[in-house]
């Protein structure tokens, strides 16, 4: 286990999160992810006066976005296999909303801004967020030309400052860009 020892407990929840990304034959890309919420033990649900047994999904729920090679999103799609309440698979839909939007910086803010509250599915949502990196790590491996030289209006390389280890005064910038590291 790669944390620390843990202290005595018992398990409540567990939430899995699956998510891959295609290359299709048509030149597009499909992003999906699958999410499920199960409970260890027998429990009550709003929805129903009976029980849910252990190990059961509260929440079997599913999205693709399927984009094209500038990250835009053509199509989006999502199933709700189970929810508390019939009413959710009604969120289905709501992500429409996304169609035309490009994966790029700021799609965390138009996501919550488009999706949020009683707009959608909470637990939708919060699987596209995600999904965005999901469907950069995917397709940016195919295209040669965005192995990281990509530059920014500037000529710095669009890497730099993008995550802690890009961060300029850290050893990966100072070897792969020398000429932008700076001495912490």
Not at 58 to 84: C, K, S
Not at 113 to 119: H, I, N, P, Q, V
Not at 138 to 147: A, D, F, K, T, Y
Not at 163 to 183: F, I, N, T
Request: proline share 5%.
């Amino acid at each position: 286990m790669p944390l620390s020892k843990a202290s005595s407990r018992r398990e409540v929840h567990h939430r899995v999160i699956d998510m891959r990304a295609y290359a299709r034959d048509d030149g597009l890309y499909d992003v999906e992810a699958h999410l499920v919420d199960l409970k260890p033990f027998t429990h009550k649900r709003f929805s129903t006066d009976e029980p849910t047994p252990a190990g059961q999904p509260m929440h079997d729920l599913w999205v693709r976005i399927t984009l094209d090679g500038e990250y835009v999103v053509r199509q989006i799609e999502a199933a709700a296999d189970v929810t508390p309440f019939a009413i959710c698979k009604e969120a289905e839909s709501t992500l429409s909303v996304l169609v035309g939007e490009r994966i790029a910086r700021g799609w965390s803010s138009v996501v919550k801004e488009r999706l949020r509250g009683a707009a959608s599915c909470n637990h939708l949502m919060e699987l596209l967020i995600p999904l965005a990196t999901t469907a950069m790590q995917g397709i940016v491996s195919l295209n040669s030309e965005h192995n990281g030289n990509k530059l920014n209006a500037k000529g710095v390389p669009v890497k730099i400052d993008s995550c802690y280890a890009y961060g300029r005064q850290r050893e990966v910038v100072q070897r792969l860009w020398p000429q932008h590291y700076q001495s912490p």
